[in-house]
């Protein structure tokens, strides 16, 4: 048996921390002065022949008495081990052998060693288990943030679907037109659209000669009261209902009855490209249209529609000074009146071969 | 002390008891019973589901939305797990409109995990629904088909029917590239049903868009005329087709009577068929263009060549007259075009020869399709000269015996407007932001020859020609009218009572920008192409010219 003994050696290092036996029997916390730094691990069993020299030298002192557990025969070293010292670098060889040199060293390299040893790896693998507790808590999370957001970008998607669909029925131009036709606008017919030649000298200081401020009466004066139907656009423009209060009508200005027969007749006659007002007419045989538009002094246009029309009432208007350009007539819901009813769906039914 | 300890160590073994208790049972649930536990908590956390591909969008030329999906949802039932029908189906009713009644009778069906409670509910009641959080019941996600403009361009777009397939229209010829392709996501969910993980094993591609040439406004404008034709005469239809000649793209194409792309079902078979393309008429007077440009081209006559029109032309058995009683009278080429004279393209036609007139009608494409990107077009019926009778070519020439589509005499008017060129229309701009090229045409007949009609068919619209009333001052058109009888089904000979009304025009005439086709089947109480379809051929003319920024003249 070996005599009870202190070790600081080796894996001795549990007397570091273990409380242990006195020689009586008591237990008894040892603490003692440092140990001197050994490779932590060495070939032969913990104890041996060093443990017995220390425990011998302690035991002469006349100090303490551990009792330890019997040494056991050394147990030949392991192969492949290296055997000189961990971290130590290398004397000699490539850089990939002393990298892999380095790297087999390193659990043995002391530092290491000491960190083992320690303390501190209790609240720090206290901390990484939390840590990974939370990891994994915060990655549920995360996917679970992930999942509301991707069902939250399908609904935004929906949602943006749906409004692109609305905004696409909104802007429906017959939709538009059916609207304005209420707020008592309507289409000009082609015959009331004027274009303007753009002669560089003439035209262009003419057109904007004409160009003057509107006069807020006469567009009231102008404002149709009553129901104006193009037929071939099949709108029905309930004129008078201006947007504004301010947009009463006073007057009837035109009326445009279509032709149900195949065989209308009169003529009408219209001219100009002005925005403005035009004259009620009144129908021959068969309901025709009717109106006329007014003129400006750079252009007449004859309005090709048959019927019998009647007396043009003349205004200033706005016309485009550019060729080709030039659009006029038909925001206001008389002028436009007139000239859709210029614009001919009453139209003289004719033999021809084609 | 000892009994301290006893009771310890009886604590100790109870608790190891216990603890040997929850280790048997979970050895037994955790090896025993772990496939079948596995695969019902599969079934309940973990779901594969299907993610439909957005349909791409049709737009017009400037972006308009003609047709767009949206995302809706199939609503099942699985009846097991169903506890209170009654009131389930009460608070289900009104967000798949469906009867009360209706809904209990899905959830309450027998003998079965699975029903449908409604299909292609919107996305917005779908929402609403699984915020109700009723157990058995699922929402399957789906896309519906919406047509914004639900009038507009119908019977172009087309339909999508089941399983978001293209049934007809564009919907149908470009259902591949519109389709995109299904993602697959398996979603895991924690034990009150919120995600916890979400994994895309496929990803969703989104169909691509397609452009159309078309233009949504003057499409609509289009719309509005033929509308109007139709309310004031009646006929059994209307096309009306506005093309770029010199492009071949198509600016608008529309059918009467309209159908509402959104109910599609509701509409008789003739209204939801594209007539420009999948009906064929004789066109009639429009057809002596090309008779006329034939013998141009053959240089046989001259826009002056001077011919002798008898009153009466007897062809073989059969006699021919004008539209208009007439005696002996002598008539220029161009005077026979705007006259539209029956015996006059007759006589040219004869001047040309029948070989060579066939010749010329195949040259401008009739009797094969045009090639335009939609389905069903129809090639007409054009006979082979070999095939002539004696008096073919007493009937051929002013456009009757031979059938034709709206989109090819369209296509060929735009030959004569382009100077010469016959190039197949299209209607798609891009697809998927990629413009599709412009097809390259083959010139037909000379710059001279396509000028010298244009010419002539100017003397449609002035005083005296056939479609004088469809004028517009200050415009510089061309066209021609036509009015052809049409069969009767029942004698096989020509009707005197049905007609089919038509006009070709472009304008300005000089160098055309903007061609126009008309045609109006079985108009009633007028009946020539002067007087129906004219005047919507300059209805949309006076509309198109300020909006396109296209100079009259």
């Known amino acids: ?354 | 002390m000892a009994l301290i300890d006893r009771r310890i160590g009886l604590l100790f073994l109870a608790f190891i008891a216990l603890l040997g208790v929850a280790v048997t049972r979970a050895t037994y649930l955790g090896a025993v019973r772990a496939g079948s536990l596995q695969k019902a908590a599969v079934t309940q956390q973990v779901s594969i589901v299907t993610i439909p591909a957005q349909r791409g969008s049709i737009t017009d030329r400037n972006g308009v939305e003609l047709a767009i999906s949206e995302s809706a949802a199939d609503v099942a039932a699985d009846p097991y797990l169903i506890k209170n029908p009654q009131a389930m189906a009460e608070q289900l009713s009104p967000l798949v409109s469906k009867p009360v009644t209706t809904v209990l009778s899905a959830l309450t069906r027998p003998h079965t995990g699975f029903v449908y409670v409604a299909h292609l509910i919107p996305g917005d009641k779908a929402t609403a629904i699984s915020k109700l959080h009723l157990d058995g019941i699922t929402l399957i996600p789906q896309v519906t088909r919406v047509y914004p403009r639900s009038w507009a361009a119908s019977q172009v777009l087309g339909t999508v029917g089941w399983n978001d397939q293209g049934l007809s229209g564009l919907e149908y010829t470009f259902n591949s590239v519109l389709r995109g392709i299904d993602g697959v996501r398996r979603i895991v969910n924690d034990a009150i049903g919120q995600p916890i993980s979400i994994d895309d094993r496929r990803p969703t591609q989104s169909g691509k868009t397609v452009a159309l040439t078309i233009d949504a406004p003057l499409q609509d404008e289009v719309e509005q005329v033929l509308a109007g034709v139709g309310a004031m005469y009646q006929p059994r239809g209307a096309t009306a087709i506005v093309m770029n000649p010199n492009t071949g793209e198509i600016l608008a194409l529309a059918n009467w009577p309209r159908v509402n792309a959104n109910d599609i079902t509701s509409a008789p078979p003739y209204a939801r068929q594209d007539r420009a393309i999948g009906s064929t008429y004789e066109p009639g007077s429009t057809f002596k263009a090309f008779t006329v440009a034939g013998a141009l081209q053959d240089k046989v006559v001259t826009p002056w060549t001077q011919f002798f029109l008898p009153s009466v032309l007897q062809v073989a058995d059969r006699q021919i007259h004008d539209a208009e009683a007439r005696g002996d009278e002598t008539a220029s080429v161009a005077q026979i075009l705007k006259q539209s004279s029956n015996i006059g393209a007759d006589e040219i036609g004869m001047k040309l020869g029948a070989q060579r007139f066939d010749y010329w009608v195949h040259r401008f494409g009739f009797g094969q399709k045009t090639g335009i990107d939609l389905p069903g077009e129809e090639r007409g019926i054009v006979l082979h000269y070999q095939q002539y009778s004696g008096s073919s070519m007493g009937n051929l020439p002013m456009g009757q015996g031979e059938s034709v589509t709206p989109i090819q005499m369209a296509t060929a008017y735009a030959a004569i407007a382009n100077g010469g060129i016959l190039r197949p229309a299209r209607i798609v701009k891009s697809i998927g932001g990629r413009p599709v090229p412009t097809p390259a045409g083959q010139r037909i007949i000379s710059p001279t020859v396509a000028a010298n009609l244009r010419d002539m068919l100017r003397g449609v619209l002035a005083p005296g020609g056939t479609a004088s009333e469809a004028a517009i001052p200050g415009y510089d058109l061309a066209g021609k009218t036509g009015t052809a009888n049409k069969i009767d089904p029942v004698t096989h000979q020509y009707s005197s009572v049905n007609y089919v009304a038509s006009f070709m025009g472009f304008v300005p005439a000089g160098h055309p920008q903007l061609l126009v086709a008309v045609m109006v089947d079985q108009p009633q109480g007028a009946i020539y192409g002067g007087t129906v379809a004219a005047p919507a051929f300059q209805k949309i003319v006076g509309w198109a010219v300020p909006y396109l920024g296209i100079s009259p003249r």
């Open chain 1, 1 to 354: 048996m070996t005599p009870p003994a202190v070790t600081s050696a080796g894996r001795g290092s549990a007397a570091k921390r273990k409380p242990t036996g006195s020689a009586d029997g008591h237990p008894r916390t040892l603490r003692q002065q440092p140990a001197p730094h050994s490779p932590r691990r060495v070939s032969g069993p913990v104890g041996g022949r060093r443990v017995a020299r220390a425990a011998a030298a302690i035991a002469g002192a006349g100090t303490i008495a551990i009792p330890t557990r019997p040494a056991r025969a050394p147990r030949p070293a392991r192969p492949g081990r290296p055997t000189r010292r961990a971290g130590s670098r290398p004397a000699s060889g490539t850089l990939p052998l002393r990298a892999a040199a380095f790297v087999r060293g390193l659990p043995d390299h002391a530092l290491i060693d000491r960190l083992v040893r320690g303390r501190a790896w209790i609240p720090v693998l206290g901390l990484l288990l939390t840590g990974i507790v939370a990891m994994q808590v915060s990655m549920l999370k995360l996917n679970a943030s992930i999942g509301r957001s991707i069902e939250r970008g399908t609904a935004l998607q929906s949602q943006n679907q749906q409004l692109r669909a609305s905004v696409a029925t909104l802007a429906d131009d017959q939709r538009i037109e059916r609207i304005a036709a209420g707020a008592g606008m309507i289409m000009p017919a082609p015959a009331a659209v004027g274009f303007l030649s753009g002669q560089p000298a003439g035209g262009i200081g003419q057109s904007v000669a004409n160009i003057k401020t509107p006069d807020a009466a006469t567009f009231l004066a102008s404002l149709p009261a009553a129901t104006a139907t193009d037929p071939l656009t099949g709108l029905s423009a309930s004129a008078g209902t201006g947007t504004s209060s301010a947009l009463t009508p006073s007057t009837t200005s035109a009326s445009v009855t279509p032709a149900v027969g195949p065989t209308p007749t009169g003529t009408s006659a219209g001219t100009g490209t002005g925005t403005a007002p035009a004259a009620t007419a009144t129908g021959g045989a068969a309901p025709a249209a009717t109106g006329a538009a007014t003129s400006t002094p750079s252009s007449t246009a004859a309005a090709p529609g048959s019927g019998s029309s009647a007396g043009a009432t003349t205004a200033p208007s706005a016309s485009a000074p550019s060729a080709g350009a030039g659009v006029s007539g038909a925001v206001g819901g008389a002028a436009a009146g007139a000239g859709a009813g210029g614009g001919g769906v009453g139209i003289q039914s004719q033999s021809n071969g084609g």
